[in-house]
């Protein structure tokens, strides 16, 4: 009867061995499971084309940042003060249609120095409405900026849930000046300074990455990195092993 009863009931410290030699999976929270699944869509894009699968082809500009409303609530530096910051500024279309198609527009924009210990800051632009909700959605436009862009995605600072926007401040196919505002907490646009761009730089291999260059002082929502970093993560080891071109 004893060996019947050890042969039904499995030996405990075989089980807790088991059990920590292979415990069990635990679910893949949706955020991380939106993102590897744009990881590999994005990485299958790459290896067929040989190039960037989003954004692949923009034009570069200098410009300059004019921060003329500091927002100083928001513990960020580059909105601390008053301030003129020298930056590049870099216009494309997601899909790299034909100017006239319709397609999301992107901006990219980064600032030497204005990232944490030194390093540049990344920020990134979508087509998108301005309303609280609409501010998340993006916008397809037949010229990459004749409307309004956003971060699309939110960032924190001191607290505080943050959405920046790029407004041009005429009606034209390529403008050449853009109000910066700024959003606490899906509240109103607060209007913090200007950018106005200079001259159009060469094509150049610039890759612009949020999640490394994040803007000192915010820091994104573990959800939002859990979207983009597998993605950028591609984008990094694809970006050694293809040509780049003009990023």
Same mark, same amino acid.
């Given at each position: ?25 635990? @679910? ?5 499971? $939106? ?10 894009? $790459? ?5 960037? *699968? ?41 899909? =790299?249609?034909? *100017? ?11 600032? *030497?120095? #204005? ?5 540049? $800051? ?14 998340? +959605? ?5 010229? $990459?900026?004749?409307? =309004?862009?956003?971060?699309?995605? *939110?960032?924190?600072? #001191?607290?505080? =849930?943050? +959405? ?55 820091? #994104? @929502? @573990? ?25």
């Amino acid at each position: 009867m004893k060996n019947v009863i050890a042969r039904l009931i499995p030996d405990v410290s075989i089980a807790r061995r088991r059990y920590a030699a292979d415990p069990p999976s635990l @679910p893949t929270p949706p955020s991380r499971a $939106a993102g590897v699944a744009l990881a590999a869509v994005l990485g299958t894009v $790459a290896r067929i084309t040989r190039r960037k *699968p989003l954004h692949a082809v923009g034009r570069t500009w200098d410009a300059v940042l004019r921060v003329d409303a500091p927002v100083p609530d928001l513990g960020v530096p580059l909105l601390d003060e008053r301030g003129v910051h020298a930056c590049t500024f870099r216009v494309s279309r997601a899909l =790299s249609t034909r *100017p006239g198609w319709w397609d999301v527009g992107g901006v990219a924009i980064r600032v *030497p120095g #204005a990232g944490a210990v030194g390093r540049p $800051a990344d920020l990134l632009f979508a087509t998108t409405g301005t309303g609280r909700v609409t501010r998340h +959605v993006l916008r397809p436009v037949r010229f $990459a900026t004749e409307q =309004s862009l956003t971060t699309l995605l *939110p960032t924190r600072a #001191a607290g505080h =849930s943050v +959405v920046l926007l790029l407004q041009p401040t005429a009606l034209d196919d390529e403008p050449r000046e853009y109000e910066l505002a700024v959003s606490v907490d899906g509240g109103p646009w607060r209007i913090a300074g200007l950018v106005e761009l200079r001259d159009e730089l060469p094509a150049a291999n610039t890759r612009f990455d949020p999640i490394v260059n994040e803007l000192d002082g915010t820091s #994104a @929502p @573990p959800w939002v990195v859990a979207i983009r970093e597998p993605a950028y993560r591609w984008a990094r080891r694809l970006g050694r092993r293809t040509p780049r071109g003009d990023a």
